[in-house]
Structure formats: C-alpha cells, structure tokens
C-alpha cells in the first residue's frame, strides 16, 4: 500500500492550495481516506475524511467551512481544497487511509497506511 501526497507551498493568508493523494494498494471504493496535519510544536490532528468518492465526508470544526475534500474512484485520488488559508493551517500535511467505511472513525483511531507528508506554509 502506498499514498503519495503532493501540492503543498507557501501560500498568502486568505489564499488556496489543492492537495492531492494517490492511494495504491487498496481497494479505493472500500476505503475511508483522511487528511490529517501536525503543525509545529502540536500533536497530530484530523483535518477530513471520505469514504467512496464522496458518499461520506467529515470535516473538524476548524476546516469545515473553508476545505473541501473529494475522490476520484477511477484515478485513485483525494484532494483537498484549502480556502481561506490562515497562518494557524500551516502545518505538515498527511494523507492517511484505512479499510473502514466510517469517516468519524478516524477521530479515535489512527489509519493503518500513511502517505509522507506535504508542508503547507501560510505567510501572513
């Protein structure tokens, strides 16, 4: 299994990146796939989650009406919009996976596949 994650950079406050996430290895469509971030100094935490190419989607509270995540079954892809970036979004970036079908599952439980991790800097 593997994910790679591209589409980081540096970015104005109140600007938009796009993620990207090519899964391999898994079943797509029976795969909950997941952004989470880790800024510095902080611990790990979930960004958002989707489950067969949109049918579920989850976002955290302090993203959820700026990013919007989506799948694409056939390419094997995730992506993320970020609007309405801020300095508190700078982070590391990771794709992250899992055979689940519930979005809220990764709030308590750690995915079993990761991707490496992309910065995303927002220069105020």
Same mark, same amino acid.
């Given at each position: 299994?593997?994910? @790679?994650?591209?589409?980081?950079? %540096?970015? @104005?406050?109140?600007?938009?990146?796009?993620?990207?996430?090519? !899964?391999?290895?898994?079943?797509?469509?029976?795969?909950?796939? $997941?952004? +989470?971030?880790?800024?510095?100094?902080?611990?790990?935490?979930?960004?958002?989650?989707?489950?067969?190419?949109?049918?579920?989607? +989850?976002?955290?509270?302090?993203?959820?009406?700026? *990013? $919007? #995540?989506?799948?694409?079954?056939?390419?094997?892809?995730?992506?993320? @919009?970020?609007?309405? %970036? @801020?300095?508190?979004?700078? $982070? !590391?970036? *990771?794709?992250?996976?899992?055979? !689940?079908?519930?979005? #809220?599952? +990764? %709030?308590?439980?750690?995915?079993?596949?990761?991707?490496?991790?992309? %910065?995303?800097?927002?220069?105020?």
């Amino acid at each position: 299994v593997q994910l @790679q994650a591209s589409g980081g950079g %540096l970015v @104005q406050a109140g600007g938009s990146l796009s993620l990207s996430c090519v !899964v391999s290895g898994l079943t797509f469509s029976g795969t909950t796939t $997941a952004w +989470f971030r880790q800024a510095p100094g902080k611990e790990r935490e979930f960004v958002a989650a989707i489950f067969r190419n949109g049918g579920r989607i +989850f976002y955290s509270d302090d993203v959820k009406d700026r *990013f $919007a #995540i989506s799948g694409d079954n056939a390419e094997s892809m995730v992506h993320l @919009q970020m609007n309405n %970036l @801020q300095s508190d979004d700078t $982070a !590391v970036y *990771f794709c992250a996976a899992d055979r !689940v079908r519930s979005c #809220i599952t +990764f %709030l308590t439980t750690t995915p079993d596949y990761w991707g490496q991790g992309t %910065l995303v800097t927002v220069s105020s």
